[in-house]
């Protein structure tokens, strides 16, 4: 090869790495989420009768894989209980959650409330915590240590 053909090959690749980073600068910023997801706010009332408005609020909890692995998990929905069916309700769904915690170090029985005003009696399918972001700052609230979580 000679001198000329190579630099014309690299024109071409710097070139073609422009404009793909150039596409991707000004493309669409839903490009960047996985999903088109809503964000959630809601009144938390801790055991201490505290209440703490929480924006962008999800339920959070962290899988053990191994002794030193976990998989961190971000849900828009909460994982409850009832006998033996895992139930995931999703927030938009829910108008407010009582909390009920165990005496034993067990999950903590919940009472959803639905938009629509019906009920139904769980048990929380994981030890987790409501994560958001309050006027103060991130916060996040164990569900074991909740009273009430009311969507706004």
Request: with cysteine; glycine share 6%.
């Amino acid at each position: 090869m000679d001198c000329q053909t190579i630099i014309g090959s690299i024109i071409r690749t710097a070139s073609f790495v422009s404009v793909m980073g150039t596409l991707c600068l000004f493309s669409d910023p839903a490009w960047a989420q996985s999903k088109n997801e809503k964000a959630f706010h809601a009144v938390a009332v801790d055991a201490k009768n505290i209440e703490t408005d929480v924006k962008n609020v999800i339920f959070y909890y962290e899988e053990k894989i191994s002794e030193t692995a976990f998989v961190p998990h971000e849900l828009r929905e909460l994982p409850v209980k009832r006998g033996t069916a895992t139930v995931k309700i999703k927030f938009d769904g829910i108008k407010h959650v009582d909390l009920k915690p165990s005496s034993n170090g067990t999950a903590p029985s919940v009472t959803i409330t639905l938009n629509d005003g019906k009920t139904g009696e769980f048990i929380l399918a994981v030890a987790g915590s409501f994560k958001g972001q309050s006027e103060f700052g991130e916060v996040e609230l164990p569900a074991a240590e909740l009273k009430k979580l009311a969507f706004k």
